[in-house]
């Protein structure tokens, strides 16, 4: 009997990539998304990758009922990865109700049925936003939270608390916090990646974007910052990497009795990498130039951040393994079938 695991925002860029491990692991997978920055396509690219089309759900974590709905037409349910979540910094800024009603009702709702339908444990995405601008790099899970330089940011921080208080109380669920550093790249198959829809806020979809003829000019915001080449840096973490990470703990917290009842974990390379560097390592992986300029610097960036992932490696026993011009290439072929 495999165990029944449910993602929230599973057709989403991670939440995807994640079905698709948790299925290779052999646990069976219930999405429920409420496609609203997602296409329901992405379930026949998971089926082509694995050849197990995910039970799919269309409704929205705000709704409990669509949720207790759910959990009574689809039994057995023993762990959640809760991805579903609105995740624009700037959007975040203009809409703060939208990310606060959105992102901690959901999470409210999944928490509040949990005990209810016998479901053991959450795992949460969370983000290294969490951080703010750290004092130093590398940083590990014992770095202060600073306070949420956006809305967004705040919602992630909020959404740990509310975890760590719940099970506080005393409900009888673990959970597993996962802080991701940059995600970017797509699955080497090319049947699933990033859809980012209008104008790509992120670095990675804009550069591909801007390599296939899509956008005219990257724009580096900004080269005057105290890093080697002037622009920021990040640790910039595979999807597939990440993803094998979710998977490794749902086993954890389901398997384990012996493991804290709430456990955080830094999920990067441990290699922080700038955007000069990461421009230049998608032209040496794909032979491609990228049209690019300077610019001024984009608002709330911050310089520098990038993982300490000893307790991660050490504990979860995960690594990040694909190197960043395999993670390039990737991205590229992926870009290349969806501009067809
Ligand atoms: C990376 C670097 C930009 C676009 C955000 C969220 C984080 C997570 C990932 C959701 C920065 C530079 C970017 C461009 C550029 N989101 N850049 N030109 O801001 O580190 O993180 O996305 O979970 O929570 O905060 O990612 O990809 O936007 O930017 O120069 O056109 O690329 O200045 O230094 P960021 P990003």
Redesign the pocket.
């Given at each position: 009997m495999k165990t029944k695991i449910l993602v929230t925002g599973g057709t989403g860029y991670i939440g995807s990539h994640t079905v698709v491990e948790l299925q290779n692991a052999g646990y069976e997978v219930v999405i429920i998304d409420n496609l609203s920055n997602s296409n329901i396509g992405v379930l026949d690219g998971i089926n082509k990758i694995t050849g197990i089309r995910p039970v799919f759900v269309e409704g929205d974590c705000t709704d409990i009922n669509t949720l207790r709905k759910l959990f009574d037409e689809n039994p057995g349910i023993k762990g959640i990865i809760n991805f579903a979540a609105s995740?624009a910094?700037g959007e975040s800024v203009q809409k703060p109700l939208l990310y606060y009603k959105n992102n901690l009702n959901t999470l409210i709702n999944l928490l509040e049925l949990m005990p209810e339908y016998g479901v053991k444990g959450i795992v949460f995405s969370s983000?290294c936003?969490v951080y703010g601008e750290p004092d130093h790099n590398p940083i590990n899970e014992g770095a202060p939270i600073k306070p949420a330089t956006s809305p967004?940011?705040n919602t992630k921080q909020i959404s740990e608390e509310i975890i760590e208080d719940y099970i506080r109380s005393g409900a009888p669920i673990k959970s597993i916090l996962l802080r991701?550093f940059?995600p970017i790249g797509a699955h080497p198959s090319a049947e699933i990646g990033e859809l980012p829809l209008g104008v790509p806020?992120?670095?990675?979809p804009?550069l591909t974007q801007t390599a296939a003829g899509i956008r005219k000019e990257?724009?580096?915001?900004?080269d005057d910052y105290n890093t080697p080449d002037g622009s920021?840096i990040?640790d910039y973490i595979d999807v597939v990497d990440l993803a094998k990470a979710h998977v490794i703990a749902m086993k954890r917290m389901l398997d384990n009795n012996d493991t804290d009842s709430v456990e955080i974990f830094n999920l990067g390379t441990g290699r922080g990498l700038s955007?000069l560097e990461l421009i230049a390592s998608f032209e040496r992986a794909t032979g491609v130039k990228v049209p690019h300029k300077i610019g001024n610097r984009?608002e709330g960036?911050i310089e520098k951040i990038w993982a300490d992932p000893k307790k991660a490696n050490e504990v979860l026993g995960w690594k990040a393994e694909v190197p960043v011009d395999e993670t390039m290439k990737n991205a590229w072929t992926w870009q290349q079938k969806i501009s067809k």
């Open positions: 995740k910094v983000s936003t967004y940011g991701y940059n806020q992120n670095l990675v804009y990257l724009t580096v915001f900004g920021c990040r955007v984009r960036d």
